[in-house]
């Protein structure tokens, strides 16, 4: 028996009026989607000067330039999130009520497929955009302006500056799963096994378990940390995110064997496991074999 727990009585919501409602998930998420989104505006001018001096000059990495890319980063992120989760939990939820799907609101989304999402959507509107192609298009378009033909920074740049404040955003949005306690971790004897006492909290009633997502926060910030040591050491562009994903993923791949709520199981393995070997074993050799570290 555990003598000594933490207890957690806060109830998820911070708003409940059955229609609208906001969880501490959905207001840590926001809070650390903004937070991040600020970093990057704000160290874009530091980061233009330092490529500066390494003789790339024109690369337009300017806050109204982040801010073009940016909605489609965050709207690519949010339906990839919703995507991994669905994928996840379709046998055990969604194939019951497919239009559930669409239901973002109600929460479900994965943290992976933010990432990988965000990433994508970013990087296809980066190539886009710098396509005169795509200027000529425009501009064929009836009332339609050619829009400016200065390219917007290249994405491997773009991503170093958005790894440190992307993996900050995460671990600000782990606070909010922490006091919501709807991701079940095996028990533990530990100290600091967690209980969540509010009747309306997803893990009432359960025994002391693994802060498992609170571990991530740690492990996240702790990744954070050393990103922000490396920024300005490690080249080539789009290094500083490649490592970014390596780290997170060898944290996670870990972290997830104490987590109880992914459905999908294969080979023992859950779904985040996999994406997470699978991006272990794309970055280490891209890390080993390409990365180049220099003094500041």
Request: aromatic letters at 16%; a positive charge; hydrophobic letters at 55%.
């Amino acid at each position: 028996m555990n003598l000594i727990v933490i207890n957690l009585p806060f109830n998820p919501y911070i708003i409940d009026f059955g229609a609208l409602a906001l969880s501490w998930h959905g207001f840590f998420t926001a809070v650390g989607l903004i937070t991040s989104l600020y970093l990057v505006v704000k160290w874009s001018q530091n980061r233009t000067k330092l490529l500066t001096q390494h003789g790339e000059s024109e690369l337009h990495l300017t806050a109204d330039t982040i801010l073009q890319v940016a909605p489609w980063a965050i709207l690519s992120g949010i339906i990839g999130a919703r995507l991994f989760h669905v994928i996840d939990f379709w046998s055990a939820i969604y194939v019951y009520d497919p239009i559930s799907v669409l239901y973002i609101w109600k929460g479900g989304i994965a943290i992976y497929g933010a990432v990988l999402g965000g990433f994508l959507g970013g990087f296809l509107y980066l190539k886009v955009r710098n396509s005169v192609n795509f200027l000529n298009v425009i501009e064929s378009i009836p009332f339609f302006k050619r829009p400016s033909s200065i390219a917007l920074p290249k994405p491997g740049i773009l991503a170093d500056l958005v790894a440190a404040p992307m993996i900050l955003g995460m671990a600000i949005g782990r606070i909010g799963d922490v006091i919501n306690g709807e991701h079940f971790a095996t028990y533990t004897d530990l100290p600091w096994g967690i209980i969540y006492t509010h009747p309306l909290s997803p893990g009432a009633g359960r025994p002391a378990s693994h802060p498992a997502v609170f571990y991530e926060l740690l492990w996240d910030l702790a990744v954070f940390a050393l990103l922000i040591w490396l920024k300005d050491k490690v080249r080539p562009n789009g290094m500083i995110f490649v490592i970014f994903i390596l780290l997170y993923s060898f944290g996670r791949f870990f972290i997830m064997f104490l987590r109880e709520d992914y459905y999908m199981n294969i080979l023992g393995f859950n779904q985040a496991q996999i994406v997470a070997l699978v991006l272990i074993l794309i970055t280490l050799p891209i890390v080993c074999f390409r990365a180049r570290f220099f003094k500041k």
